[in-house]
């Protein structure tokens, strides 16, 4: 059993910073790509930033130059750094992974429980 562990969320004001966390544990071979979506209240679930496992990493637009993705495969942990927020940015984050828990079995993709940012004006 694979479970996603996240940590880091809370009420900031615009202009300040806040880093997640998400770690996974269980049974874990590799993991491909981690990744950070958002969703806000009343809208779909988008993707804020992924990065696979050779490190080459993807942004969405409207946090490009404010968010940096990191990860640490040994510890099996995500992080999204997020600087100069802005009330729009206020949403529940989920961290996602996409997996292997054998060598020769295939990827599944695993969520986390969601932690709450909020941005005040």
């Known amino acids: 059993q694979v479970q996603l562990v996240e940590s880091g969320g809370g009420l900031v004001q615009a202009g300040e910073s806040l880093k997640l966390s998400c770690a996974a544990s269980g049974s874990i071979f590799s993991i491909n790509v981690m990744s950070w979506y958002r969703q806000a209240p009343g809208k779909q679930r988008e993707l804020v930033a992924s990065i696979i496992s050779g490190g080459t990493t993807n942004y969405a637009d409207s946090v490009k130059g404010r968010f940096t993705i990191s990860r640490d495969n040994a510890k099996n942990t995500v992080y999204l750094q997020m600087n100069s927020l802005k009330p729009e940015d206020t949403a529940v984050y989920y961290c996602?992974?996409?997996?292997?828990?054998?060598?020769?079995?295939?990827?599944?993709?695993?969520w986390g429980q969601g932690t709450q940012v909020t941005v005040s004006s």
């Open positions: 996602n992974m996409n997996l292997k828990i054998r060598v020769a079995g295939p990827n599944y993709s695993y």
